[in-house]
């Protein structure tokens, strides 16, 4: 069973491979479900790691539907990391009912090749799985991460089950909530990959007294946080 760890930091990709891992996904801000991680950290882990490096290519959190600026956003970080070297791209695009985006994620899989391509996580907000597996395999893609819809994928196993039956190229990968307790849940149904992040927390400092950075008013799912041009415009007049 191949595991490939998300990491979000150069040192956790050196202790995913030191432990073991077959591979690993970088990305950043893992608390947001991650997004792409920049140039300085894509390049240190190149350098360092021996084991394949996949990297998510995600132009901000909340949902998958991206405008035309961020598609190309997606476009961009994929020819970059194409450049860098790395071994996979992971991303994907649904439309605004939920449903696969099959035009722009076909896209993104012929200009990602001949690199791996594992669409994400946003399969599961996609109503039709089943279905949506065949087209992506139509596509050329090569791993689905999921959960099998469910919050973990320990719920999500009669999905995960049931694509991993009818799925004739692509590998079903398993991720959320995966960990040493549950692990045989997933060898059981016959599953090829899992993912996980298997992290703890560390360099621990103080915030008594510290005001917090953390901006819950922009932790929204559902819309996407974009700076307003006439609410600038005003400020812009007031202080000229």
């Not at 598609?71 to 791209?89: A, F, Q, R, T």
């Not at 035009?103 to 990602?112: D, S, W």
Request: charged share 20%; hydrophobic share 40%.
């Amino acid at each position: 069973m191949l595991v490939e760890v998300c990491a979000n930091s150069l040192e956790s990709a050196l202790n995913a491979e030191k432990a073991g891992a077959d591979r690993i996904e970088l990305c950043s801000e893992l608390g947001i479900g991650g997004v792409t991680p920049s140039y300085g950290l894509i390049t240190a882990v190149k350098k360092k790691l021996s084991i394949p490096v996949h990297v998510l290519v995600r132009p901000r959190s909340g949902h998958f539907t991206y405008s035309d600026s961020e598609y190309e956003v997606l476009l961009n970080d994929i020819e970059l990391c194409k450049e860098l070297g790395v071994d996979g791209i992971v991303s994907g695009v649904i439309n605004t009912g939920g449903t696969l985006d099959g035009e722009r994620t076909k896209h993104l899989v012929e200009v990602a090749g001949p690199l791996h391509f594992t669409f994400h996580r946003a399969f599961d907000w996609i109503p039709n799985p089943l279905e949506a597996l065949l087209e992506l395999e139509s596509f050329g893609v090569d791993t689905v991460l999921t959960s099998g819809k469910r919050i973990s994928a320990e719920k999500g196993i009669d999905l995960l089950a049931d694509l991993n039956s009818i799925a004739k190229k692509i590998t079903i990968m398993a991720g959320s909530g995966i960990n040493k307790t549950n692990i045989d849940v997933f060898k059981a149904i016959g599953l090829k990959a899992i993912h996980l992040s298997g992290t703890t927390f560390h360099n621990t400092v103080s915030v008594a007294n510290k005001i917090s950075m953390n901006s819950e008013n922009h932790l929204v799912e559902h819309q996407v946080a974009v700076t307003n041009m006439e609410l600038i415009r005003q400020i812009v007049q007031r202080v000229k």
